[in-house]
């Protein structure tokens, strides 16, 4: 097996060549580190979890995932400062390998620890260690950069340009599914643990109910949209329009009654920053789609050829 290394000209950095992803490594190594030592600490100290939720096995399972993360992150970081050991791990399918399985831990270790039962939340939904909560939510965005840099190092593969390029929004339309999906995830443990015996009258169970429905009815949603966008490099127009529109309507409604005071997403945890994502990412659709609109009836405005010259391209 033969690996090719390109060397640069005339000297230089040679590491720097080798190793694209060496800052993302270190991030990661870092971002590991503070989550792991959090977790063990708060672990220790059991006035440090506020959380009453809170069980024993989602902590094991939080300080076991950060751990594994921080050990093997270390490993990688280790081999790319030396030159032979770099060989092994840098552009090669092993690292690939890795940086797919650091993703499944990381994702589990986010969850474990920002749940509504998670290690860094209080029984309200609040961030209660804002140590484990932030930097375990930075180690996930890291991890899902390491992939994507390894993805278009190896296979020449934009992940960003190939959404952009393939449909309009499709890469809006994913973030808001993932919003979505976190809204619905959040809301419905809330509703779990403080809703057993459900009243119309009780604001935080209503409202903790409502945003589970937009939730599941929005990723829905926005998965088949998503879908089509993949497999036709489109959607209908009008089905897109409604839909984001709509979004944007009962996301507004959403983010009135779940973030207010007497709401369920009141506390700064999950539900209130990313029920603030969902209706973001609405707007933004909303913002698009209408662009598209306004230069649909404007042709002649987007470039300096007469009006009619466009129309007849558009039609050929």
Same mark, same amino acid.
């Given at each position: 097996?033969?690996?090719? &290394?390109? *060397?640069?000209? =005339?000297? @230089?950095? #040679?590491?720097?060549?080798?190793?694209?992803?060496?800052?993302?490594?270190? +991030?990661? %190594? &870092?971002?590991?580190?503070?989550?792991?030592?959090?977790?063990?600490? +708060?672990?220790?100290?059991?006035?440090?979890?506020?959380?009453?939720?809170?069980? #024993?096995?989602?902590?094991?399972? +939080?300080? +076991? /995932?950060? *751990? &594994?993360?921080?050990?093997?992150?270390?490993?990688?970081?280790?081999?790319?400062?030396?030159?032979?050991?770099?060989?092994? &791990?840098?552009?090669? %399918?092993?690292? @690939?390998?890795?940086?797919?399985?650091?993703?499944?831990?990381?994702?589990?270790?986010?969850?474990?620890?920002?749940?509504?039962?998670?290690?860094?939340?209080? *029984?309200?939904?609040?961030?209660?260690? @804002?140590?484990?909560?932030?930097?375990?939510?930075? =180690?996930?965005? /890291?991890?899902?950069? %390491?992939?994507?840099?390894?993805? *278009?190092?190896?296979? #020449?593969?934009?992940?960003?340009g190939e959404l952009r390029n393939r449909s309009k929004r499709l890469t809006t339309w994913s973030a808001h599914l993932a919003s979505a999906m976190v809204v619905m995830g959040s809301s419905a443990s809330i509703y779990d643990n403080k809703c057993t015996a459900f009243k119309f009258s009780d604001t935080l169970c209503s409202r903790s109910l409502y945003a589970i429905c937009i939730g599941c009815i929005s990723s829905f949603i926005a998965l088949i949209i998503i879908g089509m966008k993949i497999a036709n490099a489109s959607a209908p127009y009008m089905l897109e329009s409604g839909f984001a529109f709509l979004f944007l309507i009962c996301y507004g409604v959403e983010v009135a009654l779940v973030t207010s005071p007497r709401g369920p997403g009141a506390p700064l945890g999950n539900l209130y920053y990313f029920s603030w994502a969902a209706f973001l990412s609405s707007f933004f659709l909303v913002a698009s789609i209408v662009e598209d609109y306004n230069n649909a009836r404007n042709p002649a405005e987007e470039s300096d050829e007469p009006k009619e010259d466009v129309t007849e391209d558009v039609q050929l």
């Open positions: 097996m033969s690996m090719e &290394i390109d *060397a640069p000209d =005339g000297g @230089g950095d #040679q590491s720097s060549l080798r190793s694209p992803r060496f800052t993302h490594w270190m +991030a990661f %190594l &870092i971002l590991s580190t503070v989550t792991m030592g959090s977790t063990i600490e +708060a672990n220790k100290d059991d006035a440090m979890i506020s959380n009453p939720y809170t069980k #024993q096995s989602s902590k094991n399972w +939080a300080i +076991a /995932c950060s *751990a &594994i993360t921080f050990s093997v992150t270390f490993i990688v970081v280790a081999m790319h400062l030396n030159s032979v050991s770099s060989l092994f &791990i840098v552009g090669t %399918l092993l690292e @690939g390998i890795i940086i797919v399985i650091l993703n499944i831990f990381w994702v589990a270790t986010v969850w474990s620890v920002t749940d509504d039962k998670g290690i860094a939340m209080t *029984a309200s939904g609040a961030v209660s260690n @804002g140590n484990i909560y932030y930097f375990s939510w930075a =180690g996930f965005v /890291c991890a899902v950069t %390491l992939l994507t840099s390894y993805l *278009a190092g190896k296979f #020449q593969v934009d992940v960003a």
